[in-house]
């Protein structure tokens, strides 16, 4: 079973911004990229605050994006420390 790091952001939500800004697009987009806990990365982004309610209950989570669910269940919904995690596991670009 993989391991995979879920990250949700909606359009137009300026802390959602600050994330996918240093959310590293190429290794997004590569199916063999690996984390350095050796887990996958999927990016959900919705267009609406109607489809993020409806994408955040189908995953059952209950708090407002940008949010992080790692592999292990544990949550980030800080865009600081989200953006910190995904440069830690090579998943940004470094500033």
Do not use: W
């Not at 990365?41 to 209950?57: E, I, N, R």
């Not at 995953?59 to 440069?87: A, M, R, T, W």
């Amino acid at each position: 079973m993989s391991k995979v790091d879920m990250l949700f952001v909606e359009r137009h939500c300026p802390e959602c911004g600050i994330v996918k800004a240093v959310l590293d697009m190429d290794a997004v987009q590569e199916d063999d990229f690996i984390g350095r806990d050796g887990q996958e990365l999927f990016v959900y982004s919705s267009q609406s605050p109607a489809a993020t309610k409806k994408l955040l209950d189908v995953f059952g989570v209950e708090v407002d994006v940008p949010v992080l669910v790692k592999h292990n269940g544990d949550l980030i919904n800080s865009p600081k420390k989200i953006v910190e995690y995904l440069q830690k596991q090579g998943m940004g670009v470094v500033d």
